[in-house]
């Protein structure tokens, strides 16, 4: 599979979509067995889960939306299916990260949405709406952009 090229300044965002994969590998293989909230290993899950959402995955969240978005609305029309649907996401994700905060539901059930929805998610932001935004930003603002893209915390779990 041909490796896609991001531009420097993006590359922190396609990091934070790295780590979200090896969440969703780390939800898949923990959940391989049917299990329930009560089990240790879906416990640790949860927390680890967690871990990834406050370490970085809201504030990835927050940098789309507050930083490169309003900054490609300036190059190209913002109402577009694949942006539209990026956020509708973002709040999906985060109703699901909310339910198992609060343990709401059933765990496993939610935790394997979520391992559906975020894997979506990562795959047409890194196939379809980066390199969109990437065509339509000139080098400039790119580049005035990276400064505000940050790593994940240290202490993700995803490390």
Do not use: C
């Not at 531009?7 to 293989?29: D, F, G, Q, T, Y």
């Not at 329930?36 to 809201?58: H, I, N, P, S, Y």
């Not at 649907?85 to 539901?105: K, P």
């Not at 400039?140 to 490390?159: I, M, R, S, T, V």
């Amino acid at each position: 599979m041909k490796r896609l090229s991001r531009h420097e300044a993006m590359r922190p965002l396609s990091r934070h979509h790295h780590h979200a994969l090896v969440m969703v590998l780390n939800i898949r293989k923990t959940l391989t067995n049917e299990g329930t909230a009560e089990d240790k290993a879906v416990k640790a899950l949860r927390a680890k889960l967690l871990q990834f959402w406050e370490t970085g995955g809201q504030e990835h969240f927050r940098e789309e939306e507050e930083i490169l978005l309003p900054a490609y609305s300036r190059y190209a029309p913002i109402h577009q299916e694949e942006i539209i649907e990026m956020l509708m996401e973002h709040v999906q994700i985060r109703a699901l990260i909310a339910a198992i905060s609060d343990e709401e539901g059933d765990l496993v059930v939610h935790m394997r949405k979520l391992s559906e929805v975020l894997e979506q998610h990562v795959r047409r932001e890194e196939r379809v709406i980066f390199p969109m935004m990437e065509a339509a930003l000139p080098e400039e603002e790119l580049k005035k952009l990276a400064p505000y893209f940050h790593e994940f915390h240290k202490g993700n779990p995803n490390e």
